[in-house]
Structures are given as structure tokens and as C-alpha cells.
């Protein structure tokens, strides 16, 4: 965990301000700083011009966070496309679905497209496409669905899509989702509760572990 310094004081002393210049100062060093900030509202707020949360992000942090009493909102630089995998990996991990609306320029995601006669008769048919919802006979061969047919819908996806596997192991390395076969997930998950039953404090059958590793940056030559 990286270290971490509060900014304190009454509602409007200028702890923002305070944090402006610190940030200015830490991200012309070369650092990648973070900002948490804390909120008495129950949702937090949008990332409104002006807001305490633009002005950290406007003086160089990388990743702002809201934390309000209900909600953590945040704020950071959106990655390429090509790192959807790693948003799902770090951003929604305990989630057996993640339902997801747009992308239709990646084409290894499994899609669902949505047509009304009022709009066009005319469908995309994109890459991925496993089922059609429309609200008129649609020229498919794929399973179509009408607005009504959510249920139906729904078990398509579980039955194709949500395989639960015991234990469920996955791998992300250099932000790219690496396949396991089964050989492998079991060696992993074997050995990492292995080494964690020889540890005291620990629950005796914890149900989500993570773990992190970054290698160390080789030094330049002659150091």
C-alpha cells in the first residue's frame, strides 16, 4: 500500500489549495499521486468544473477518489480500449457479470443488439453478436428476443456465459487476462492456500484472495 499523508482542517481553510500546490510539486518530481477525498454527502458528487475533485485532477493527480457516506466515486485517466480486460480484473472484481453498454469496437465482447422498427430495421450484426432484441421480426439467425422477453434473455446469458469454476482463479499480468487451463488454476490455487494455512490470524477458509507482484525495475548499467 502506498504511503499516505491527510490534508486537515475546518471546511474552507484552503486544504484543497494546499493540496494544488503539493501535487504540483510531487508530480514535477517524477511521482504518480493519488487523491482520496473524503465527503459528507451520501453519493458523492459529479466531477463538475470547478469542484475539489477537477481541481486535483487539473494539478497533475492521476487517480481522485470521492468517498462519500453511501458511495466511493472515482476519478481517473481512462486506459486504451485494449486494457477492458484490466478495468474488469482491478474495478470489478466479485462480480459474477458485468453488463456493459457500448463498446461495440471490441470486438471479442460478447454483444447483444438492441433494434426498434422506429429507429431502423437495419442491424448491425457487430462481431460478438449472440442475440437480437427487437421490436419487429428481425431477419437473424441468431436467438431474438422481443422487449417483453427479458427472463429468456437472461438465461441465455447465465447458461452460456456465467460458468462458475471451483475455485475460480484468474490472472492478470501486465494488464492482459492470461488463460488458465485447469491444471494450472488448481497449482495456483493450491499453492497459494497452501502457503496461507501456515499463517496465523488468517480465516480458515477465506473466500476471495488477491495478491499483487511487481517486479522491481532492473537499475542502469554501471549502478
Not at 180 to 192: D, E, I, K, Q, W
Request: hydrophobic fraction near 45%; aromatic fraction near 6%; charge should be positive.
Amino acid at each position: 500500500m502506498p504511503p499516505v499523508i491527510a490534508l486537515v482542517g475546518p471546511h474552507g481553510v484552503g486544504k484543497t489549495t494546499v493540496g494544488e500546490a503539493l501535487l504540483k510539486s510531487f508530480t514535477s518530481r517524477g511521482l504518480v499521486v493519488g487523491v482520496l477525498k473524503s465527503t459528507k454527502e451520501a453519493t458523492g458528487a459529479t466531477d463538475r468544473p470547478g469542484t475539489d475533485t477537477t481541481r486535483y485532477r487539473a494539478a497533475g493527480a492521476r487517480k481522485v477518489a470521492l468517498w462519500g457516506k453511501e458511495l466511493l466515486v472515482t476519478y481517473q485517466e481512462a486506459p486504451e480500449r485494449e486494457a477492458f480486460e484490466a478495468v474488469l480484473f482491478r474495478h470489478f472484481i466479485g462480480c459474477d457479470l458485468v453488463l456493459a453498454e457500448g463498446f461495440k469496437g471490441l470486438s471479442f465482447l460478447p454483444k447483444i443488439e438492441v433494434a426498434r422498427q422506429a429507429v431502423s430495421r437495419e442491424l448491425l450484426l457487430l462481431p460478438g453478436t449472440v442475440a437480437v432484441v427487437a421490436d419487429f421480426q428481425a431477419e437473424t439467425g441468431l436467438p431474438l428476443f422481443g422487449f417483453e422477453d427479458a427472463e429468456a434473455l437472461a438465461d441465455l446469458v447465465v447458461n452460456r456465459f456465467c460458468r462458475h469454476l471451483e475455485p475460480h482463479v484468474e490472472l492478470l499480468v501486465d494488464n492482459r487476462l492470461v488463460g488458465l487451463n485447469r491444471f494450472v488454476r488448481r497449482a495456483l490455487s493450491g499453492t497459494l492456500l497452501g502457503f496461507l494455512s501456515c499463517l496465523k490470524g488468517l480465516p480458515h477458509q477465506p473466500e476471495v484472495i488477491e495478491i499483487r507482484l511487481k517486479r522491481p525495475k532492473p537499475s542502469p548499467p554501471g549502478k
